[in-house]
């Protein structure tokens, strides 16, 4: 079983940062395409970000240009940085392979204040 642990979030104003982090082991993170989701209240799960084995990263459209992605395989860590946060962003934060693969953690909540 692959177990992943999300941490980081926390309560924030509009326009702040926090950075969010993924830890597991060390193998996922090294052959594993891996992703970060969000889930706001009453809607359902989405993919925010996405980085490949390589280091290639690909953003939700609604992220690009103030959230960035990257990982730490030495460290067994992902990470998800969040700039620029908006109210819209409020939501439980989860990172797992890139097709949802694993079983869900609990997540982190992030939540914006305007």
């Known amino acids: 079983q692959v177990q992943l642990v999300e941490s980081g979030g926390g309560l924030v104003q509009a326009g702040g940062s926090l950075r969010l982090s993924c830890t597991g082991p060390?193998?996922?993170?090294?052959?594993?395409?891996m992703a970060w989701y969000r889930q706001r209240q009453g809607k359902q799960r989405e993919l925010v970000a996405g980085i490949n084995v390589g280091g290639t990263t690909n953003y939700a459209d609604f992220v690009k240009g103030r959230f960035t992605i990257s990982k730490n395989n030495a460290e067994n860590t992902m990470y998800l940085q969040l700039n620029s946060l908006k109210d819209e962003d409020t939501g439980v934060y989860y990172c797992?392979?890139?097709?949802?693969?694993?079983?869900w953690g609990q997540g982190t909540q992030v939540t914006v204040s305007s």
């Open positions: 797992n392979g890139n097709r949802g693969q694993y079983n």
């Open positions: 060390r193998i996922v993170f090294r052959l594993v395409d």
